[in-house]
Each structure stands twice: as structure tokens, then as C-alpha cells.
């Protein structure tokens, strides 16, 4: 599972199957569903940019709703104020959240446990009053519109007032955002996270510097949410206050936590069924969140592995058995 | 009463340690001082301070006052994870392990983290120079066969040498054991011995041992401590007709 070559055929394979299909879909189905699954590829990256943190180096965060907000704002005030080209725009909606990763998180990796956890909705709570009052910047919960200049990249004209164009852009950059990811898990720093995750003073006794690579997942975790947040501005072509709230993490604490932490897949998986399920009942329940509640108990209580966990306990079941 | 170290290079010396909390004074003024390739034995009662001692050597913990010099430079106070890379490992009482890992994953980690750049674009198995010692370190620990076991799945006494496996990948200068054989049989015991002896051969090493046969099977050395302070010091033979060491473990099964 560490170290196999094979199985990285097979994952290549099973993901560019899996673009194809995300590519011709638009071909298929009408703008709202092209919207919807816009969005899901947004929360998909803000899952796996939270699984980073939680699931790999295993440290759950509750402040990545600061720097999806951050992303969010930082995109939609530089186009509508300053005029910046969407590329730039979203160039610094990883930056500027990677920036006040870096400052939440040299205070909060110094915290264990529960101490953790609280410090950093404490940020976002702080986040989001900010957001909330100083609305002559931010346009409080009413929020801000704006929208994104179309510009050429290479061959293509990039133009993201067309939901279609839009579409690509976003399955585009998560696609690659999740290769990174994938590559940055297998490769030596992962297997540093995950030590941290398995045994803090294991890690520490034998040389690493825990709080310092607990600091660099954190900031990584940052930015990738970050640009999650900008992209979702990018395609809602608007952002509010509501972004900044801490509850938004809970978004990712459930997709993960449905998929199977510290497998990237999972969350991606996670997302896509919470958001489908979400999507369905809405027609006839007030409230979704209920169901997304008992959904999530029952995966704890009967799954605590997730989604992933469970099939590869299945699969391994059948393979000593054979 | 203390050896006076030969023509030996000393490669650990104490000087006036003390350790306390609150008012207990768990680490009372030890000087110590611990040869190259020697396997110094640090014994005494439950509570006597042996594992606050290392914690002090190993940087888990600070000291109160004196100073510890590692290979002729002063390590008092720094980091766990710089004293690692100065060349002290460490494995601890209650077993500490990668759990949810492979044994493999558990040796490579450790054998990784002699390096200094850890590369966030390359696959880890690129690493050629890193998977060839981790193999050897699998063969050296004899768990080529069980590589791939999650290593919570291993028996408690092969848990044990995992975690020296772990500690002596970091090719370390001195190796703080405590109490390797807690928790196991007598029989689990002797086959831990037999392995300590091909796997740690040649090392320099301080063993907390509460079972004298154990300790007087491997030690070329015994430090006694007794309420945070060094009561006696000497070869084996010496500290066995001892007769502080006799009365502090009168009573005790283990003397
Ligand atoms: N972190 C701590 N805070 C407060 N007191 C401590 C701490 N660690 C150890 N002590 C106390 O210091 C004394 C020495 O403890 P230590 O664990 O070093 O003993 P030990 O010789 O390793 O004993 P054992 O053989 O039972 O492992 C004990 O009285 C213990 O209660
Ligand atoms: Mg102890």
C-alpha cells in the first residue's frame, strides 16, 4: 500500500476513465447539472485539501472556512476593485490564504488534541465577524458580485460567464490540484504527515520536527483550500461572509468522514455522495442536514473507515477467503 | 566507587543532573559517564528516576540544573528531534510505534528521516539509497518475512525488537533502551536477549532493565539509582555483593 509500483497503473488508468467521462458530460446534461457538478469538483478540493491536514497528518482543523472565505474574497475584490485578470486573482487566492496559514498556523500546531481543534475555529469565528462588520470591504452576508474577464491561455479563450467553459476550468485545475496531492502523499514528506498522524512522539523521538512539519501540512492545506474558495467565487461569481464560517469545515469533516479520511479518493467520493443526496432530497424536505446527520452516525457506527475503508475491508474479506 | 574510565573514549558524561517536580526531586545530582561501546545497565526500584534520566539525555524533558555533554558537545535542554540527529535513539517503556503502519513503512520511516530534504514531487521508492538500508535493516531486526504486516498485528515481543529495529535505523551513536523486556515471559525474555545480542552488537547502549538476568547477561556495567541518585557503580560482579544495592532491593523479587 506504501511502496507498490502496480497499483499506480491501475490508479492512472481509473483516472483518466474518469475524466473522460467528467469531460463529455456537459455534452449530456443541462447548465444546472453542469453547475452542480462545478460545484461538487469545488467542494471535492476543499475535502482533499482538508484530508491533507486531518486524515494524513492528522490534525482536524475547523479553520479551513478562513482560508476558503480568504480564497473566496481575495478573488472576487481584486477583479472588482482592482481590476486584476482572473489568472493573477487566482494566483494570490492561494497565496494570501497560504499567508494566514503560515500566522494560524505557528500558533496552532503548538496545541495537541482538542486545544487544536478549538484554536483554530476560533480563527475562523474571528474570520467571519471581520467579514461580517467591516461590509464597506467585504460586503458582510450580503456579499459581493463581480465578474471575471474572459482571457486567453495558450490556444484556449478562457471564459468563465459560460457555464461550459467554466466547467473545464474547475474540473481542470482539481484534477491537477488532486495529481499533486496524490503525489505529494507518496513522496517523502507524505510519509513524514503520516508518521505524525500514527505517533507524534514516535516521530519526534526518532528525529523529525514535528510542529515544523505540522506547520508546512498546515500551510499546504491552506492554500489548496484557498483555491478552492476562489474557484467557488469564480463560479458563483460572488462571495459573503458566509464563507469565513467555521461551519463550512464542517462541510469537509462530513465528505471526509463519509469517504474515508486519509485516502484523498474518499473525500472526493464523500463529497459527491453527500452533495447527490443533499441535491435529491431538497425537493421534498425543508431541511437536508438531518438525513446528512444520520448518514453520517450511521458511517461512524457502522464504517468508521469511511466509505473507501469498507469496501477495502470487504475486498481484502473476499481475497483470504478465495 | 566509580570506574575509572581507561585509555576509553567517553562518549556521554552527566555532570550534577538534577531533575524535579514540584517537590520531588526525581533526578538528584547524577554525574555519569558512559564509554564508547559500552552497555552501561541503569537499574534501581520502581520510581527510582531511570526513565526520567533518559528523558533528561534524550531532551523529552528539561533538566533543572547541571549539564550533558553527548561526543564532547553540550546537548543539556535541545530538542528530541536535534538529539536525534546528534545521535541518540531512543525506545520507551510503554511500546511506541507506527501502529497503523507496516513493519516496513515503520523501518523506512525511520531510515528516511537521516535525510535532509524530504522532496514533496518524487515518489518515496525513488529513493534507492533509503530503500536498500531499510531492506538490510529488515534482514539485520529478521523481519524480512513480516515486512508486511501491520506491525499491531505482531506479537508483543516482536513489537519490542520493532522498536529497536526503528531506533538503530537512525544509525544512532548511543541507544537509550528502557526496560526492552517489560511485559514479556521469562522465555520471551531470553529470545529477546538473543536478539539484542546479533542485533546491537558493537553499539553503545544504556539499558533500563528491571530483570537482573537480563541485565546481568548483557551489561558490561551497572549505575544503581536509588530516589534520583547514583548509590553504586561498577562491573556486575561488583554491584551483585554490593551491600547498599542488596538492602535497596530487599523485598523486592528482584534481587
Ligand atoms: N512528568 C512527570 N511529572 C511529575 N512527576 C513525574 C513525572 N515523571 C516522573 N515523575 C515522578 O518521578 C519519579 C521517577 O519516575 P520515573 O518514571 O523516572 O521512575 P522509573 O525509575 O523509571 O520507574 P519504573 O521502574 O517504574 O519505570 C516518580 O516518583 C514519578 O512519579
Ligand atoms: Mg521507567
Not at chain 1, 492561494?94 to 500566522?103: M, V
Not at chain 2, 498485528?153 to 523486556?181: F, H, W
Request: hydrophobic share 50%.
Amino acid at each position: 500500500m506504501f511502496l507498490q509500483k502496480g497499483k499506480s497503473f491501475g490508479f492512472i488508468l481509473i483516472f483518466i476513465l474518469i475524466l473522460l467521462g467528467l469531460i463529455i458530460i456537459p455534452f449530456f446534461v443541462d447548465l444546472f447539472y453542469q453547475t452542480f457538478l462545478t460545484e461538487l469538483f469545488v467542494w471535492i478540493l476543499f475535502a482533499i485539501s482538508f484530508d491533507l491536514i486531518f486524515g494524513y497528518t492528522g490534525l482536524l482543523s475547523f479553520g479551513q472556512a478562513l482560508f476558503f472565505g480568504l480564497g473566496g474574497y481575495t478573488v472576487t475584490i481584486l477583479i472588482r476593485k482592482f481590476g486584476l485578470n482572473t489568472e493573477l486573482s487566482l494566483l494570490f487566492s492561494i497565496i494570501i490564504p497560504i499567508l494566514f496559514a503560515w500566522f494560524v498556523g505557528y500558533f496552532s500546531v503548538k496545541l495537541t488534541g482538542i486545544h487544536f481543534v478549538i484554536i483554530t475555529i476560533i480563527f475562523a469565528i474571528i474570520g467571519n465577524i471581520i467579514g461580517d462588520t467591516w461590509t464597506s470591504f467585504t460586503g458582510g452576508a450580503d456579499g459581493l458580485t463581480f465578474s471575471p474577464p474572459p482571457y486567453r491561455l495558450g490556444l484556449f479563450q478562457i471564459d468563465l460567464m459560460d457555464i461550459k467553459g467554466n466547467y473545464y476550468f474547475v474540473l481542470t485545475i482539481v484534477a491537477i490540484s488532486f495529481l499533486f496531492l496524490r503525489r505529494m502523499i507518496q513522496s517523502p514528506l507524505g510519509k513524514v504527515f503520516i508518521s505524525i498522524r500514527e505517533n507524534e512522539e514516535r516521530a519526534r523521538l526518532i528525529g523529525y520536527n514535528v510542529q515544523r512539519y505540522k506547520l508546512i501540512a498546515f500551510i499546504i492545506a491552506g492554500g489548496l483550500s484557498g483555491l478552492a474558495g476562489g474557484l467557488y467565487s469564480l463560479t458563483l461569481k460572488y462571495a459573503s461572509a458566509g464563507y469565513l464560517h467555521w461551519s463550512v469545515s464542517g462541510h469537509a469533516v462530513v465528505y471526509t468522514i463519509v469517504g474515508g479520511m486519509g485516502t484523498l479518493i474518499g473525500p472526493a467520493l464523500g463529497a459527491g455522495i453527500v452533495m447527490s443526496l443533499e441535491h435529491y432530497l431538497i425537493n421534498f424536505l425543508q431541511t437536508t442536514d438531518l438525513v446528512v446527520g444520520i448518514v453520517l452516525v450511521a458511517m461512524v457506527l457502522m464504517a468508521p473507515k469511511g466509505l473507501v475503508g469498507f469496501i477495502q475491508s470487504r475486498f481484502k474479506k473476499g481475497e483470504t477467503s478465495a | 566507587m566509580k570506574p575509572v574510565p581507561e585509555k576509553n573514549e567517553i562518549i556521554l558524561e552527566l555532570k550534577e543532573v538534577n531533575k524535579s517536580f514540584g517537590g520531588l526531586l526525581a533526578v538528584n545530582r547524577v554525574n555519569l559517564s558512559v564509554n564508547k561501546g559500552e552497555l552501561r545497565a541503569l537499574i534501581g526500584p520502581n520510581g527510582a528516576g531511570k526513565t526520567t534520566l533518559l528523558n533528561l539525555v534524550n531532551g523529552t524533558l528539561p533538566v533543572s540544573g547541571g549539564h550533558i555533554f553527548f561526543k564532547g558537545k553540550e546537548i543539556t535542554n535541545l530538542s528530541p528531534h536535534r538529539i536525534s540527529h546528534i545521535g541518540i535513539a531512543r525506545t520507551l517503556q510503554i511500546t511506541s510505534l507506527f501502529s497503523g503502519l507496516t513493519v516496513y513503512e515503520n523501518i523506512w520511516t525511520a531510515v528516511q528521516s537521516r535525510k535532509k530534504f524530504f522532496n514533496p514531487f518524487i515518489r518515496a521508492l525513488k529513493w534507492q539509497d533509503v530503500k536498500e538500508k531499510t531492506e538490510s535493516m529488515l534482514d539485520l531486526t529478521g523481519f524480512k518475512d513480516k515486512a508486511h504486516l501491520i506491525c499491531s498485528e505482531l506479537s508483543y515481543g516482536d513489537q519490542r525488537i520493532l522498536e529497536m529495529g526503528i531506533a538503530l535505523s537512525t544509525e544512532p551513536d548511543l541507544l537509550l533502551l528502557d526496560e526492552p523486556t517489560a511485559g514479556l515471559n521469562s522465555q520471551e525474555s531470553m529470545a529477546l536477549v538473543k536478539k539484542m545480542r546479533s542485533m546491537l552488537s558493537g553499539q553503545t547502549i544504556i539499558l533500563v532493565e528491571h530483570d537482573m538476568g537480563v541485565v546481568m547477561e548483557l551489561a558490561d556495567n551497572i549505575s544503581v539509582l536509588h530516589y534520583g541518585a547514583i548509590i553504586a557503580e561498577g562491573a556486575p560482579d561488583v554491584i551483585k555483593e554490593n551491600e547498599e544495592v542488596k538492602k535497596v532491593y530487599l523485598g523486592s523479587e528482584h534481587a
